[in-house]
């Protein structure tokens, strides 16, 4: 209830039909990495759409509102670092007057999924991954929905940590391009059709 008081206390700005935020760490050091795939595909949607990012004050994430058919929808990248992702939302939620968490949906990379695979879902828990563990946190609730875009796993799974950071090479870094590029597919796929509609293309696509 906090959360909601505080939201209604300080909202502005028209109302979003969508949030759509795609999780990333900042800087050139983390430059496309794996952990960079949600957000790299949010920008890669609004380059596409020929919009640029703006940073309100107060904001703690770089976000544009577009037209869609089905109302305004929020593109947004958190400037924060991946663990502390869950400082945006509040304020961005204030911002685009969302209550209904399951209209944000958060892109984000996936350990769990082979390069490719791509899933579109409400809810769930969160693997283990520190920007969805912040961003649950913050809110106080796992259900909002995820755009989970597969990067595979290391060899070892100690090797998890340096294995998301690393900035592959060579065809590596061409497929994890493609990779983007078919999130960017996922995203805008869910700024033409309503959630359930887009859920079905983006799911049996990736199969």
Known sequence: MA???SREEGRRGSASTLVIVGLA??????AGSRHNVGGDAVRLVAQRRGVKFSLERRQRAVSVTIPT???PVTLAVPTTF???SGAALPPLLRRTSLDDLS??????????FEPGRLQLKQGG?????????????ALGTNEFARLRIGIGKPVRKEQ??????QRPTGAKKIALAQDVSNAADAIETLLDYEFEDAQRRV???SG
């Open 69 to 71: 058919p089905n109302g």
């Open 203 to 205: 799911n049996g696509a």
């Open 160 to 165: 998890g940590a340096d294995y998301v950071l």
């Open 82 to 84: 991946m663990n502390e």
């Open 125 to 137: 828990g969160l693997a283990g991954h520190n920007g969805l563990r912040s961003i649950a946190q």
């Open 103 to 112: 209209r944000l949906v958060i892109a984000h990379d996936e350990l769990d």
């Open 3 to 5: 959360l909601r008081r």
């Open 25 to 30: 760490n900042p800087g050139d050091e983390y």
